[in-house]
């Protein structure tokens, strides 16, 4: 039962994983997105087709397309130094007593 606790446990910490990635790359597509609308000659093509965006100052969207790239790229390299190696379990007889990570970080010379 515990092993299969801690499987579902693993599942779960790999979708949530999986999730702040995601969401990362989000951030960077939109940020770049938003940081070239904010480059004057194509800010000035798209308010031909796009009036809304007129209100916003070109120096405006490329501070914000500058900060959800940075906020993007901090969600990403957060979420990838929190990646284990994985797990499996230490027999005594029938019961599981622990468990041991596999593989791991190798040493550099």
Do not use: C, W
């Not at 446990?9 to 939109?30: A, C």
């Amino acid at each position: 039962m515990d092993y299969l606790k801690h499987k579902l446990y693993n599942i779960q910490f790999t979708n949530l994983f999986m999730l702040r990635r995601s969401l990362g790359y989000i951030l960077v597509i939109v940020g770049l997105i938003v940081l070239a609308l904010g480059i004057k000659p194509i800010h000035d093509n798209i308010i031909n087709n796009v009036p809304f965006l007129s209100v916003f100052d070109p120096i405006v969207l490329l501070g914000s397309g500058i900060l959800l790239l940075v906020i993007g790229v901090i969600i990403m390299r957060g979420s990838s130094s929190g990646r284990q190696s994985p797990e499996v379990p230490i027999y005594e007889g029938d019961q599981i007593v622990g468990y041991r990570r596999m593989g791991g970080k190798k040493k550099r010379m």
